[in-house]
Nanobody
Framework: VQLIEAGGGLVQAGRSLTLSCEAS????????MGWFRQAPGKEREFVGV????????YYGNFVRGRFTISGDKSKNTVYLVMNNVEPADTATYYC?????????????????WGQGTQVTVDS
């Protein structure tokens, strides 16, 4: 499975940013796909996941409605829409995939990782 992220960059606080992740060797029928992030000096943090086979999405506790994850089956692509971004959202965002459909909150639950895309929020 190969995951290619796109869409990172510099964004002003309060604006929106959309990340995308295209998968090859996996589909949204066979794999759950989602995102982690890692801020400088901090551990990786679960952002959210689209469960395979249309079983829904769930998010990390910090999201609180500002982020939305969705999948496009026709493109084997998952999106992360970040609204009202804050400087604390500055991090490297990693796309992840797993053949599991449940218990998907930890790094160990995902066996495929993208290389990451940097998001920097300017206050």
């Amino acid at each position: 499975v190969q995951l290619i992220e796109a869409g990172g960059g510099l964004v002003q606080a309060g604006r929106s940013l959309t990340l995308s992740c295209e998968a090859s060797g996996a589909t949204l029928k066979t794999h759950s796909m989602g995102w982690f992030r890692q801020a400088p000096g901090k551990e990786r943090e679960f952002v959210g996941v689209v469960r395979r086979g249309g079983l829904g999405t769930y998010y990390g506790n910090f999201v609180r409605g500002r982020f939305t994850i969705s999948g496009d089956k026709s493109k084997n692509t998952v999106y992360l829409v970040m609204n009202n971004v804050e400087p604390a959202d500055t991090a490297t965002y990693y796309c992840v995939a797993s053949p599991k459909y449940t218990d998907l909150c930890y790094e160990r639950d995902f066996d495929s990782w993208g290389q990451g895309t940097q998001v920097t929020v300017d206050s």
